[in-house]
């Protein structure tokens, strides 16, 4: 039987006079019966408690089950072992065996209830996951002139702040009244890159005051990291005047960058996060099996450490994204997705803090920064009470930090860098451009919509210990000055519109992230 509404389960408890920890409503909740564990644990719960506990609940469960008679048949057999088949790089492993939902013993689990006979059983009472910079319910941009002005003048700020202990900086109509010849320095949101005749890059900066010239010679060291520039971002740039102190010849390039001197932060004991994005559930090439395979495995053993899940976006496969995504769906109405969404959910174990951020295909606005859902979907969604956020979101997990993004600027960095530098084949490398830059989509107009608020919330202020995205469907994680890189594939096999732009998703797989080590592992559940 599909997990009821904690909320549901809650309200009765108070009915009865009791509250109730978080944990003996996941119990009562996950139980076979829940009715039946409800009538048992108000039965059962001593005269003067007023909160009901996990370990009431517990003692009921196990006087209901000593009620009935022994029935081996009655009982759980343990299934979904791991296959021990591996992949050719180690640090991918096989998931567990497939099981079917409603096939008795060996079907897809819910909520605190697995198939393998193993109870998980972690202590909540460490567990510390907080959200800075939300813009959920903070919004207060109307579209108008002036708020893209105070964005973006937002963003100069921020960035220029990393930048001009590198620099001499000189604002630009100070440059343009110095006399010529000299040494000088410019921090400068990047207006226009072009080459010139001789094959030179003419890179125009602008700050507050105005926008002046800077010429990259082309037999300079630095004129390979013109090839990374995106407009809009915020650089630095040292060099010399030229005579009549028109334009700036460049002898250094510098991005607002990852300090080669940060150190990561881990947890302080061992414990997992699994990072997972684009689960799509809606779509006919929703992978069903795999996501019981992978909610299985979450109930074994081998799986007792992950304690957090957190998913980065596209829950849900949505409506009119793209064209003809009509034909594609298996559920056409966006909240009965939803709905959907919240059953398969409800599979994951009930001792699990998960929290998620939109997407896309979500039911949000597409232009970043996304708020989290409103309160309908909320409601829709309310298996386990994940916390639900805005995307992007900076996440604290027992001390480790880790960004989270859906990653729609992906395919600008793709389609503007070389492939060497960014490529849907190596996502992390995208990444690692996004971190260089210290902003999550850079370039304005494009493919990335971005919807002008009081504050740049894009801007990386925190260097992360984790940067996790999802958005291409593409599996690829690395490291770039000690910060972990990690887009989280899917849960969508191909679609036939995936397959007119050839997109050869990386499905089913899920990142498994030691917060202690911020060592990482990759299962595969396809």
């Known amino acids: 039987m599909p997990m009821e509404s904690p909320a549901r389960i809650a309200s009765a408890l108070a009915s009865h006079g009791f509250n109730a920890s978080r944990e003996a ?23 003067d408690a007023l909160v009901l506990t996990a370990e009431h609940v517990k003692s009921a469960l196990d006087r209901g089950r000593d009620r009935r008679l022994a029935d081996p048949d009655d009982r759980d057999d343990a299934g979904g072992a791991a296959d021990g088949t591996a992949d050719t790089d180690p640090s991918v492993s096989g998931g567990t065996g497939a099981s079917e939902p409603g096939d008795g013993p060996g079907g897809a689990p819910v909520e605190t209830k697995g198939s393998s006979g193993f109870v998980r059983d972690p202590d909540t009472s460490k567990r510390s996951i907080s959200v800075a910079r939300d813009i959920t319910g903070q919004s207060t941009g109307t579209g108008e002139y002036k708020d893209f002005v105070r964005v973006f003048r937002d963003r100069y700020e921020k960035l220029s702040g990393q930048l001009r202990g590198r620099v001499n900086h000189r604002p ?9 010849g000299a040494d000088a320095g410019l921090v400068g949101m990047v207006n226009d890159v072009r080459s010139t005749a001789n094959g030179h890059w003419l890179i125009e900066l602008e700050d507050t005051k105005g926008v002046f010239p800077c010429l990259v010679m082309k037999d300079k ?15 630095a740039v040292d060099g010399t005047l030229a005579d009549d102190a028109g334009i700036l010849f460049v002898d250094s390039l510098h991005f607002p960058e990852v300090p080669r001197t940060y150190q990561p932060n881990t947890a302080d004991r061992h414990v997992q996060a699994a ?12 992978m069903a099996d795999a996501w019981h395979r992978f909610t299985d495995w979450l109930h074994t053993e081998e799986a007792e450490h992950v304690e957090y899940l957190l998913i980065a976006g596209d829950m849900v496969e949505g409506v009119g994204v793209y064209p003809n995504q009509d034909d594609e769906l298996d559920i056409i109405d966006i909240y009965e997705q939803y709905e959907a969404f919240s059953e398969y959910l409800k599979e994951v174990p009930g ?16 232009a970043e920064p996304q708020p989290g859902f409103d309160e309908e979907l909320r409601d829709i969604m309310s298996a386990h009470d994940a916390r639900i956020h805005g995307n992007p979101a900076l996440v604290d997990v027992e001390g480790v930090k880790v960004l989270m993004y859906h990653g729609v600027s992906l395919d600008e960095v793709i389609a503007e860098l070389p492939e060497a530098k960014a490529s849907y084949e190596e ?21 990335t919509r971005v919807a002008p608020e009081e504050e740049d919330y894009l801007v990386m202020e925190e260097v992360p210990d984790v940067f996790h995205t999802g958005h291409v469907h593409k599996l690829g994680w690395g490291k770039y000055r000690r910060v972990i890189a990690v887009n989280s594939g899917c849960w969508q096999a191909q679609t036939d519109f995936q397959k007119s732009v050839n997109i050869d998703p990386d499905a ?10 911020l060592s990482m592992t990759v299962h595969d559940f396809n």
């Open 427 to 447: 996502p992390h490398k995208a990444m690692y451009q996004l971190l260089k830059k210290r902003h999550v989509a850079p370039q304005f107009g494009g493919k």
């Open 351 to 366: 001792d699990m803090e998960i929290l998620m951020i939109p997407g896309n295909h979500d039911a949000v606005r597409l």
């Open 221 to 235: 060291g630095i004129a390979d990291l013109v090839d990374e520039l995106l407009l809009d971002e915020v650089i």
């Open 25 to 47: 409503v996941t119990l009562i909740a996950g139980a076979d019966d829940p009715d039946a564990a409800l009538a048992l644990a108000v039965e059962t719960a001593p005269d």
């Open 172 to 180: 630009t109509d100070s440059l343009r009244a110095s006399p010529g």
């Open 508 to 517: 089913g797989f899920a990142p498994i992230l030691d917060l202690d080590t």
């Open 275 to 286: 990072l997972i994005s684009d689960v799509h559930v809606g779509s006919q090439e929703f």
